[in-house]
């Protein structure tokens, strides 16, 4: 069965610096997707960033970037001149292929940006 | 475009009552799912649908019924509501079972059994 794990439940970043979430997962599988989605105060589940396994090239939008390291299934993402519209809480996915195409989310990480 | 619609927002039961939460997408969607959110375990799939007439498990699917008789409803049915089953329900459609497709979430329902 896939997995993905988020180790560090909480974590707070001042105001413009950068912070890094980590996220690791297990799959059997060779070809995936990945995502890390954010979900503000408002509850809304908002699509940050996402990572087709079989590409190298790690994803970049705008302020978020990730780095995919596919032997060590490991899935960071990275917020650079953190805003304080970015704290929330943070989940990591994995998009299991085949004929279900099910979601399988992280514990997620609590972001907190500090003025 | 409304997207993913759910209803209610918020409700709350007594422990042994039923009720059905509610989702509707107007994107014509294939694909159609149920999560529950609870503090530090993530979203958690319910059940999915890939198309009208076919439903099958996720993770947890004990107490909960869905059924997909059209393409735009997916209703999650709680027969005898549990503690257990207080929670933050989302429901999310794609466009079809392909997995590099967009999910889309509606907005929640936070359910409280007593």
């Known amino acids: 069965a896939q997995t993905v794990t988020q180790s560090q439940p909480e974590m707070s970043v001042q105001e413009a610096e950068t912070v890094t979430l980590s996220c690791t997962y297990d799959t059997s599988e060779s070809n995936y997707y990945l995502f890390w989605y954010k979900q503000p105060p408002s509850r809304q589940m908002i699509l940050v960033i996402r990572?087709?396994?079989?590409?190298?090239q790690n994803a970049t939008e705008n302020r978020f970037s990730v780095n995919f390291q596919k032997a060590a299934k490991s899935f960071s993402l990275k917020i650079s001149d953190s805003q304080l519209g970015d704290t929330a809480m943070y989940f990591c996915?994995?998009?299991?292929?085949?004929?279900?195409?099910?979601?399988?989310f992280g514990q997620g990480t609590t972001l907190q940006v500090k003025p | 475009n409304a997207g993913v619609t759910q209803t209610p927002k918020f409700q709350v039961l007594k422990t042994g009552q039923s009720m059905t939460l509610q989702c509707a997408q107007d994107?014509?969607?294939?694909?159609m799912s149920w999560y529950r959110q609870d503090p530090g375990m993530g979203l958690r799939l319910i059940h999915y649908?890939?198309?009208?007439?076919?439903?099958d498990q996720g993770e947890v699917p004990n107490g909960y019924n869905v059924s997909r008789s059209t393409t735009e409803d997916f209703p999650l049915r709680l027969l005898s509501a549990a503690p257990s089953q207080t929670s933050v329900y989302f429901c999310?459609?794609?466009?079809?079972?392909?997995?590099?497709?967009?999910?889309?979430f509606g907005s929640g329902t936070q359910l409280s059994v007593l």
């Open positions: 649908s890939v198309g009208a007439g076919i439903t």
């Open positions: 999310a459609s794609r466009k079809n079972r392909v997995f590099n497709e967009k999910l889309f």
């Open positions: 990572q087709e396994a079989y590409k190298q």
């Open positions: 996915a994995f998009m299991t292929g085949g004929n279900t195409g099910k979601l399988i």
């Open positions: 994107m014509n969607h294939e694909y």
